[in-house]
């Protein structure tokens, strides 16, 4: 990760997030001082990135805390809702928060002040950053073995989508931190970086690390991944992941289905990158997934500039879902799953 760069810092008991709207021309911090403020944050994408998106609510929580004059167990679990439904698809918000309940509500039945619970929170959100380091470096590690497996001492070429680098995940990254790992070794010959509409996280986020890493790269329209994959200019594809549920499917930014599928046309490996705070073993598949729909402007509009006639309407769902048969592997910090293995995927997230 690049440490000038950090897309959450805590200092002096106060929140600041790198506007990550305003990347990669402007990079200036936005200051959050309670919990409404925090979730919307969340909830406009200054901060995002499931990993991110999880740290950020746990700091989001401590300063709830902090504002409160007085504090239940009932008042905690209504606060904690209201941050988990900032952005419903990811489940690292709701995995975060709700550890955080749990740490709230046995601090009040141990009978411990407000103070004492702040500084748990913030001792909390401080471990999850500095752990997830760790993790993902395993499963870069993970990634960069499989490459290794398949094709061997040549030098690869990478494709991935949106954004799942340090600016994600606050530290090295998770699909995108395979291909850090992989260029750290020698091992990258270009990475080609779908832009991901509406929103451009490819063009406007994961070109910007790529440039601060100064690993070669291109952008490319999402249209054009059959082009590269019919003419062998793509070796493998790495994407992260917001929820994976039970039989693999995989909800993640929009166009990653499509994505999928075309990999699968071609015989291009598809990789799922993501810590199993993103796993979701309640719900069975796929279809279950709540899907956010986001405000028709990001498609009609860019920074207010309108691009399509008067009153026209859009269809702007944030995420889509990966079928499991399209996916040649998912790698968490605890492994590696194939999951066309039935209960492969349950046996590794409970190991």
């Given amino acids: 990760m690049n440490s000038t760069c950090k897309p959450i810092v805590w200092k002096e008991h106060k929140l600041f997030l790198l506007d990550q709207r305003l990347l990669p021309h402007t990079e200036t911090f936005v200051e959050i001082t309670d919990l409404?403020?925090?979730?919307?944050?969340?909830?406009e994408m200054v901060v995002r990135g499931a990993p991110c998106i999880g740290f950020t609510a746990i700091y989001g929580m401590a300063l709830w805390v902090k504002t409160q004059s007085k504090l239940?167990?009932?008042?905690?679990?209504?606060?904690?809702?209201?941050?988990?439904?900032?952005?419903?698809?990811?489940v690292n918000l709701a995995y975060e928060v709700n550890?955080?309940?749990?740490?709230?509500?046995?601090?009040?039945?141990?009978?411990?002040?407000?103070?004492?619970?702040?500084?748990?929170?913030?001792?909390?959100?401080?471990?999850?950053?500095?752990?997830?380091?760790?993790?993902?470096?395993?499963m870069a590690k993970i990634g960069f073995e499989e490459l290794k497996r398949k094709f061997g001492d040549k030098k690869w070429n990478l494709m991935t989508h949106c954004n799942t680098g340090f600016l994600a995940c606050g530290s090295l990254g998770t699909a995108l931190g395979v291909i850090s790992y992989a260029n750290a070794q020698g091992k990258v010959e270009h990475v080609y970086a779908d832009e991901t509409r509406p929103y451009m996280q490819g063009t406007r986020l994961t070109a910007f690390e790529l440039s601060k890493e100064k690993i070669p790269y291109s952008i490319v329209v999402e249209g054009a991944a059959s082009y590269l994959m019919l003419h062998n200019k793509v070796d493998a594809i790495f994407v992260g992941a917001d929820r994976i549920?039970?039989?693999?499917?995989?909800?993640?930014?929009?166009?990653?289905?499509?994505?999928?599928?075309?990999?699968?046309?071609?015989?291009?490996?598809?990789?799922?990158?993501?810590?199993?705070?993103?796993?979701?073993?309640?719900?069975?598949?796929?279809?279950?997934?709540e899907i956010e729909m986001r405000d028709m402007s990001e498609i009609t509009e860019f920074k207010g500039l309108k691009l399509a006639p008067t009153g026209a309407l859009s269809v702007n769902p944030s995420f889509d879902v990966t079928d499991h048969t399209f996916i040649t592997g998912i790698i968490?910090?605890?492994?590696?799953?194939?999951?066309?293995?039935?209960?492969?995927?349950g046996r590794v997230v409970n190991s």
Avoid: W
């Avoid at 409404?36 to 909830?43: D, G, P, R, T």
């Avoid at 411990?112 to 997830?132: C, M, P, R, T, Y």
């Fill in 245 to 289: 549920v039970a039989n693999g499917d995989t909800a993640n930014k929009i166009g990653t289905s499509t994505l999928s599928i075309v990999a699968k046309h071609y015989g291009v490996p598809f990789y799922v990158v993501a810590p199993i705070s993103s796993f979701d073993l309640s719900i069975s598949n796929g279809t279950q997934i």
């Fill in 36 to 43: 409404s403020s925090c979730a919307l944050a969340i909830k």
């Fill in 332 to 345: 968490c910090e605890k492994g590696f799953i194939n999951p066309m293995n039935p209960g492969e995927l």
């Fill in 72 to 90: 239940t167990v009932d008042s905690c679990r209504i606060a904690c809702d209201e941050m988990i439904i900032a952005r419903p698809t990811a």
């Fill in 99 to 138: 550890r955080c309940f749990l740490i709230m509500k046995d601090t009040l039945l141990a009978g411990e002040d407000k103070d004492n619970l702040f500084k748990k929170l913030v001792a909390f959100g401080d471990k999850q950053i500095h752990e997830s380091e760790d993790k993902n470096t395993r």
